[in-house]
């Protein structure tokens, strides 16, 4: 579930299917250079009136935030910056561009339409994209820089392509059932990827692509990251290249005791099933193993991961000189994980050191942490109880970051200077900032970022230049150049909302975000955002009422840009309000711990404190504050119908989990621990039983294909409520996933939820009163 907190901006993702206008040339061919200048804009729809935003407009192209490239990467050499823009006549389509540094001329290197297939992709791959949060993008999704920085490998339509600067491209792969987790190895010798459940290595510079693993098959993976690694641990290979490309660690996956579950994907034409084995909470997972191996396959040597096979391989990662391995295993519970060093010529592993949880808590796994040339590590450890950033060094700890905020990432390291660059939110819980500071002068912390937005940044390898991303609620996402210190060298994406902009027709009716703060029932500071009409004197608004609320993601409150969307629902006369309530991230452990074993329960308080914080506004109308949620968030619109009655006038609830039985091991353990030993958390958490008791009018709504939330979870909800004549609406999307969206069906999505939300609580009208009531008055 990790990562679907997107709520409003779920339904604006494409969909997952390839198109392409043209074959591609025979495997091996080169393909000229294609003379194509900057895309020109593309105006709004017809229909669209100047500065009346529309359904259609919010999810049509281009989009309304501006261009938002993906993937930006420095060359090797830093003379170009590559990146993945949308189409602007379609929003959902990626092409690879490249700006050089040095000029500021950009020119498209990859167009995808002329050089695709139109191939459908393998059920793995999409899958793969599912678990990345991409299944609805088209064209180029992924691509990586050879390290002599003269070619880019450039996956695209389920096969391999090699694009040189001047425009050329040259088929590698050529097969029908695709290739997964393509890389440049480090030194630049071979593309590597998983065909067929087993890794193969290709020389770059020619010659065939020949198997590294042979024994991949049937219930056998070499070189994938399985099921829960994908979703929930951020892990999206099974294969990692030596620095110096002599070695591959390469795990084995076994998925034999992993109970099946013969799943339906609905379609508008039919319907196809599909035998998946998913790991449903308190069931068996795969059986990993680690080995190293040479890139022909020989000389294997297969890593001691220890006599307890029921563990999580969390992350591997080979230190800068290649001398050895440092594996994360995380334990079943997730309330240990050992960092091993192993031997590669061995496979022997040490402990190097072990973090433990507290006893009603769990581990969050990162990936803020790097090895360092001089053997020393930078690591990131909640043991304080905020995530902050350490230096490991000769078995001696050094806490580098500290105070009641957390570090949210790690950007980049010159070990020249001793110096970490790192994302935070030491300034502001609201505001990502990016932050710098010296391991010889822990807790003297610079910050890099301007106030008042919210950033992500990433750095080119020697650390000596940024790229961040900012956005506010008036500004979308805009990026730039910058050097160590901060200061903006150039912009890759200015993105300003001015004439010419997708969204500058739509500025004079914009509304400013406003933030603030209530206290939960035990005195903790809950943060929330409200958007609202131009208030008329005397008028009470509707409230649309977002919630996720779940924990193990990213805050909602933010900063940041919301997208139009909400801004779509206030110019339809809605209050917009979101609040982030305990067990949600960035907050600290305490914070999120509050969750712990006991889901529906403190979400749902915290939530009832923003609705009653709504109803004491005086435009606020107490009896129209109407719920919505997807996924974790749909999970809460039931519970939030059942355990509170009366105080939502309606609630939508998107793709819920309403079983956590029927949900996978990593997350759910992590919070309710195992269902055979823990059977009262699972029963007080699921939503099933209590259907029953909602009063207060619902719609229900899941992708008839979706392989995260099964479709079971709503239609065991749908039954129960049938079964004891409990009135609700429904809608189910055939063929759409976990992420209902695309074109079309976004508009769809969304008309069908405000309809119903205009219905049942904008529209109605409130109750006359009877003689007797007014006798009684």
């Known amino acids: 579930m990790r990562a679907w907190v997107l709520g409003l901006a779920l339904a604006s993702v494409g969909s997952a299917a390839m198109a392409a206008e043209q074959a591609a040339p025979p495997q091996g061919a080169a393909v000229p250079p294609a003379a ?26 281009p989009d309304l ?25 379609e929003r959902e389509r990626f092409d690879l561009w490249a700006t050089d540094t040095r000029t500021g001329a950009e020119r498209m290197l990859v167009d995808s339409k002329r050089i695709g297939s139109g191939a459908e992709l393998s059920e793995a791959e999409k899958m793969q994209r599912e678990r990345a949060r991409i299944g609805g993008s088209k064209g180029i999704v992924a691509y990586d820089w050879a390290p002599d920085g003269k070619s880019i490998l450039v996956p695209l339509d389920g096969d391999l392509y090699l694009a040189a600067l001047d425009g050329t491209v040259r088929r590698l792969t050529n097969t029908p059932g695709g290739e997964l987790n393509p890389v440049v190895s480090p030194k630049g010798s071979y593309v590597s990827f998983v065909r067929d459940q087993n890794l193969y290595a290709q020389p770059l510079g020619g010659s065939e692509a020949r198997p590294v693993t042979t024994g991949g098959g049937g219930t056998i993976h070499f070189g994938e990251a399985e099921f829960v ?13 030596s620095p110096d490309d002599r070695l591959i660690a390469v795990e084995r996956f076994d998925e034999a005791p992993v109970q099946i579950f013969t799943r339906a994907s609905i379609g508008a034409a039919g319907t196809k099933t599909y035998e998946q084995r998913y790991p449903a909470a308190g069931t068996p997972n795969v059986l990993v193993d680690l080995y190293v191996m040479k890139p022909d396959g020989t000389g294997q040597v297969k890593v001691d991961l220890g006599t307890n096979r029921d563990i999580y391989l969390a992350r591997v990662d080979w230190l800068p000189d290649g001398s050895g391995l440092l594996v ?23 402990i190097l050191f072990t973090e433990k949880s507290g006893e009603k808590s769990w581990l969050n796994l990162s990936d803020a942490y790097q090895p360092l040339a001089d053997g020393s590590l930078i690591w990131r450890s909640e043991r304080s109880g905020f995530g902050h950033l350490y230096r490991f060094a000769a078995g001696k700890w050094t806490q580098l970051t500290k105070g009641d905020w957390v570090v949210t990432g790690l950007v980049g390291i010159d070990e020249a200077k001793g110096r970490v660059f790192f994302t935070g939110t030491k300034d502001d819980v609201l505001e990502n900032h990016v932050y710098s500071v010296d391991w010889a002068k822990p807790n003297q912390i610079t910050r890099l970022t301007e106030r008042g937005f919210t950033n992500s940044a990433s750095m080119d390898g020697s650390a000596s230049r940024l790229i961040v991303t900012r956005s506010s609620p008036r500004q979308p996402a805009q990026t730039y150049l910058a050097d160590a210190a901060g200061k903006r060298l150039s912009w890759i994406n200015e993105n300003a909302v001015v004439p010419g902009h997708p969204y500058y027709p739509y500025l004079a009716s914009h509304q400013q975000t406003r933030f603030g703060t209530i206290k939960a029932d035990d005195g903790t500071t809950l943060h929330w955002e409200m958007i609202t009409p131009p208030l008329e004197p005397g008028k009470k608004y509707p409230v649309f009422f977002q919630h996720y609320g779940g924990p193990g993601t990213g805050q909602q409150v933010t900063h940041g840009w919301q997208g139009a969307l ?20 960035n907050r600290g452990k305490a914070f999120e711990d509050h969750i712990y074993h006991a889901m529906g329960t403190v979400e749902v308080a915290d939530q009832l404190a923003g609705a009653e914080y709504l109803k004491t506004l005086p435009f606020v109308d107490p009896a129209k504050i109407a719920t919505y949620g997807w996924s974790y968030g749909g999970y809460m619109s039931l519970k939030m119908l059942e355990k509170t009655p009366g105080v939502y006038a309606a609630a939508v609830s998107g793709a819920p989990v309403s079983d956590w039985q029927l949900y996978d091991t990593h997350y759910t353990e992590r919070y309710l621990g195992d269902p055979k030993t823990d059977p009262a958390s699972y029963a007080s958490s699921a939503a099933v039983a209590d259907a029953s008791k909602i009063r207060d009018p619902l719609l229900l709504i899941h992708g008839m294909a979706d392989d995260n939330v099964f479709l079971d979870n709503s239609t065991k909800v749908a039954a129960e409520m049938q079964q004891t004549a409990t009135p609700f609406e429904m809608m189910f999307y055939p063929g759409q996933t976990h992420r209902v969206g695309g074109p079309g ?11 119903f939300l205009d219905r049942t609580v904008k529209n109605k009208e409130a109750p006359r009163a009877t003689p007797a009531d007014t006798a009684a008055n």
């Open 36 to 61: 194509v200048p900057a895309q020109p804009p593309v105006t709004a729809p017809a229909e669209a009136p100047e500065g009346v935003l529309t359904l259609g407009r919010v999810f049509g192209s």
């Open 65 to 89: 935030s501006g261009p938002q490239p993906r993937g930006l990467r420095l060359s090797p050499d830093g003379t170009l910056l590559t990146s993945l823009r949308p189409r602007t006549d």
């Open 229 to 241: 690694a994908q979703e929930e641990m951020d892990r999206r290979t099974g294969y990692w290249w």
């Open 328 to 350: 994360q295993r995380e334990s079943r519970d997730q309330k240990r994980l050992d960092l091993l060093r192993v031997d590669p010529a061995t496979g022997k592993a040490t």
């Open 566 to 585: 909400p801004q779509y629902l206030v110019d339809q006369g809605w209050i917009f309000f979101q609040i982030d309530n305990r067990g949600s991230y």
């Open 745 to 755: 069906v976004s508009e769809h999505l969304w008309g069908t939820i405000l309809r």
